[in-house]
Nanobody, 115 residues
Framework: QVQLVESGGGLVQPGGSLRLSCEAS????????MGWYRQAPGKQRELVAV???????HYADSVKGRFTISRDNAKNTVYLEMNSLKPEDTAVYVC?????????WGQGSQVTVSS
């Protein structure tokens, strides 16, 4: 089983930056993929970014070039660096980990982009 603890959400102005963190209860060396999803009211949950155990990354078109996902295995943590934030980025961001065929989810972290 994998527990995921998120931090770093909050309120930011358009054009600003935030870094989300997700700490896993076990070494990220053993986790096949880690990623971030987001869901805004009235919209379906969408994949934001994912990183595999061999460092392959994928981003949603809407965030490509602005967001960066990374893994720090020494800290059992995955990060989402969010730059040039837009109001449409406002959502609950949820950390996800795939481990031995099961998906695990964090509690979600609210990100609000507003002037």
């Amino acid at each position: 089983q994998v527990q995921l603890v998120e931090s770093g959400g909050g309120l930011v102005q358009p054009g600003g930056s935030l870094r989300l963190s997700c700490e896993a209860s076990r070494s990220t060396f053993s986790i096949t993929t880690m990623g971030w999803y987001r869901q805004a009211p009235g919209k379906q949950r969408e994949l934001v970014a994912v990183c595999t155990d061999i460092g392959i990354t994928h981003y949603a078109d809407s965030v490509k070039g602005r967001f960066t996902i990374s893994r720090d295995n020494a800290k059992n943590t995955v990060y989402l660096e969010m730059n040039s934030l837009k109001p449409e980025d406002t959502a609950v961001y949820v950390c996800n980990a795939l481990y031995r065929g099961y998906s695990y989810w964090g509690q979600g972290s609210q990100v609000t982009v507003s002037s």
